[in-house]
Every structure is written in C-alpha cells, then in structure tokens.
C-alpha cells in the first residue's frame, strides 16, 4: 500500500471515528489496511461496504454481500461468535469469512486448526483463511 494511500484512510478514520478513543482508532485503522491489502492480494473487484461500525468488514462480491472479519493471533482478543452470527443476519451477510493475519515467514498451520476447532470458527464462519500479510499471499483452510 502507497504511503498516499495509507495517509489518505487515516485520516479518514481519524474524520468519521472521532467519537472513538486514540486506541480504538488505532485498531480501525489496522483493521482497514488488513481490509484493503487482503482485497488487493484475493480479488480487487471486491466491493467494501461498510468498515467503520464493527469489527467485521460488510463486502460485496458479484452481488453477495459478505463479512470478513480479520484476526490475528498475536494480537487475539476474545471472539464472540455469536455476535458474529447476530450480525450477518441483522446486516443481511449470505457468507461470513473470518481470516487469520499473520506475518511471520514461516506458517504454522496446526496452530489455526486447533484453533478453528477449539472456537468452532468453521460452525459460524462460511470461509477460512490464512493471510500472510508481508507475502501477499492467502490460503483457504475451509
């Protein structure tokens, strides 16, 4: 992501989210970078909808519109699922996607599987990924 680009949604977090604290703002800025280096990495057709009022992202793609929440384990805090399922309906979502961000070289897989299946991420979530953030590269687990 160009540095012009990156500058350009800060701000624009910093314009619509002033209600939110310095950290929150920091989380939302990250959570829309992972957002648009994912886009540009899976497919750029993707459409965003909306980013700013929850954790998972509402996207279009040929006329379906998803959530996509971003999770990276380094950084993990508490998942609530259900809150997850609460919200694909009241948004009208045909498919959740919950993707792990990760930035090491090196993946651990095992280390999501065990997780997905002690979250049961693959009850709630339609798709799963693997998004190496620095490679630019995504691997579907589900």
């Not at 886009?39 to 006329?63: A, R, T």
Request: proline share 1%; net charge negative.
């Amino acid at each position: 992501m160009e540095l012009t680009v990156f500058q350009k949604l800060a701000e624009q977090i910093t314009h619509e989210c002033y209600f939110m604290t310095d950290s929150q703002q920091e989380e939302k800025v990250i959570q829309l970078i992972d957002l648009h280096h994912f886009i540009e990495s899976y497919n750029q057709s993707l459409k965003v909808i909306d980013y700013i009022n929850h954790p998972i992202n509402i996207i279009e793609e040929n006329g379906v519109k998803k959530g996509i929440l971003f999770y990276d384990m380094k950084h993990s805090h508490a998942l609530d699922i259900y809150e997850s399922e609460l919200f694909k309906n009241h948004h009208n979502i045909q498919e959740l996607w919950f993707v792990f961000v990760e930035e090491d070289n090196i993946s651990q897989v095992e280390k999501y599987v065990d997780f997905i299946q002690f979250n049961a991420i693959d009850t709630f979530y339609d798709r799963v990924f693997m998004f190496n953030f620095f490679q630019s590269t995504i691997k579907a687990i589900k």
